[in-house]
């Protein structure tokens, strides 16, 4: 989630006429393609304008072949997430790079599109150092990390260590496990050193993902998810989530920071989101366990340690989402992977959840803010013919509409004044009902008549002090 409670102001929005994104166009650049991926395998630092024009890398509103990706400001102010794909990856072949960044505090959408920027580059440095290195042991277990010290030798281990001999694990698991690891660990350094974002009480989510061949390695920090749809052999769509979201009621998580002396309970008029608060002070209050940034709490149990997964994909594979929290608080993983799979086309299927998402926040919780929400889909097959024509097709405004009509809503393409509105609907429209269940028993977190952020720096109401001081252990 991207908000803070703060006096910052919201900071410089994106300007109206601003280009959306699009791929590498060589008429664009004034670099040789060729020089610019040397510079990213080689580790030199890049300019805004360089890493625009980075063959493959698409990081504003738009899609390629293979994916599309939206983001949409809220109601809380600047924008603070950011998204990445980058094809081609590192200069390898059926290699993607994907990416969702979640700012939070006063400088988080600094934060978010920092390491969007950086994030990828140091994979890339660290991946080719570790293939490179063809003395190493295989079968030496990956070097822990720990989540107070930098130079690894704190008493709280950042990660557990998994044998590199275990042979349900390919080659390339290692090596990008020991990239992840070494790349985010640098991130975070970075972070805590640069010499205008101030990253005290802001930081950011990140879900990095990367696909070579059949084989996807996942890092994760923080509440962002990624989700894959994969179809069954009766045809039914079923949906599969890929990571866990950090949260500081997660037994393992909650037991980390109680050891570091961090604080984990959850305000009265949040009972079900748990935040970590310092010992000692009722600040910052963060809803997550794990961030880059947010050096006030990097004493007390907050890392930035990626949570590592990999899955072979299989044919039945479909597609992938990344999206922030702005999309998991009002949508099931289900109700996502089916507005994903009914867009009209592949290029509208980002901005048709996003929608979708709007739409959910508008009925379910009326009067609370709706968050930013930044989707990335990663299509895992070939092309269909509809979508293949459709690359980056009326994403300069309107690509997706949700309309409304009655207690009715309806995801449709979105259509030319010339048109007939009627005869378009008719033909592309897919009634959002058969996407999202309204069951009236079904729960939701308590976002509603509140405005839920990540970080709270003007705390509002808490616990009794008799009562807080034993609130938090439920989550342990």
């Known amino acids: 989630m991207g908000g803070c409670v ?5 900071g410089v929005k994106r300007k109206s006429g601003e280009k959306r994104g699009r791929l590498f166009d060589r008429r664009d650049c004034v670099v040789d393609p060729a020089e610019l991926l040397a510079k990213v395998e080689s580790g030199q630092v890049l300019t805004d304008s360089e890493l625009q024009s980075v063959p493959g890398r698409l990081f504003f509103n738009g899609s390629s072949e293979a994916a599309c990706l939206f983001t949409q400001q809220g109601r809380k102010g600047t924008n603070q997430d950011a998204m990445i794909v980058w094809e081609n990856f590192g200069s390898r072949d059926d290699t993607v790079f994907c990416g969702i960044f979640d700012g939070h505090g006063p400088f988080g959408h600094m934060v978010a599109k920092k390491v969007r920027d950086s994030l990828p580059l140091k994979l890339c440095t660290q991946w080719k150092a570790a293939e490179s290195d063809q003395n190493s042991s295989q079968s030496e277990a990956v070097p822990q990390l720990n989540g107070n010290s930098e130079d690894g030798s704190g008493k709280y281990e950042w990660s557990e260590p998994i044998d590199s001999s275990d ?7 290692h090596i990008l496990r020991q ?16 010499p205008t974002i101030d990253c005290f009480c802001s930081g950011s989510t990140a879900i990095t ?24 052999e009766d045809g039914t769509l079923e949906a599969v989530q890929l990571t866990v979201d950090l949260k500081p009621n997660l037994p393992r998580e909650a037991e980390r920071i109680q050891q570091c ?31 880059f940034g947010d050096f006030c709490l990097k004493d007390y149990g907050l890392i930035s340690v990626p949570d590592i997964t990999f899955r072979h994909l299989t ?38 959840l996003v929608d979708a998402a709007v739409k959910a926040w508008w009925h379910k919780f009326p009067t609370s803010k709706i968050d ?13 013919p509809a979508s293949s024509q459709s690359k980056n097709h009326g994403l300069e405004k309107s690509t997706v509409a949700v309309a409304a009509q009655g207690n009715e809503i309806e995801i449709v393409a979105a259509v030319d004044p010339g048109e007939d509105k009627s005869k378009s609907m008719e033909q592309s429209g897919r009634r959002l009902a058969d996407c999202l269940s309204t069951a009236d028993e079904e729960e939701w977190s308590a976002l509603e008549g509140v405005t839920r952020v990540n970080s709270l720096i003007n705390l509002p ?16």
């Not at 703060?6 to 919201?10: E, L, T």
């Not at 042979?167 to 698991?173: T, V």
């Open 261 to 291: 002396k961090g604080r984990v309970f959850a305000l009265q008029d949040e009972p079900e989101v748990a935040r970590v608060w310092l010992p000692n002070n009722d600040s910052p209050g963060l809803a997550m366990a794990r961030a």
């Open 167 to 173: 042979d349900k694990f390919p080659e390339i698991y």
């Open 179 to 194: 990239s992840l690891l070494k790349s985010f660990k640098s991130m975070d350094k970075e972070l805590k050193l640069h």
């Open 315 to 352: 044919d039945k594979d479909e597609f992938i989402i990344l999206a922030t929290d702005g999309i998991w608080d009002v949508l099931s993983n289900k109700e996502v992977v089916n507005v994903v799979a009914a867009a009209p086309t592949r290029s509208m299927a980002a901005r048709a």
């Open 6 to 10: 703060s006096s910052y102001a919201d």
């Open 372 to 384: 930013d929400c930044a989707v990335v889909c990663l299509f895992l097959k070939g092309s269909k």
């Open 209 to 232: 993902l990367i696909k070579q061949g059949q084989d996807l390695i996942i890092g994760n920090v923080g509440d962002s998810r990624a989700v894959l749809g994969m179809r069954e």
């Open 461 to 476: 109401r808490f616990l009794a002090g008799d009562k807080r001081s034993t609130s938090w252990r439920k989550w342990l």
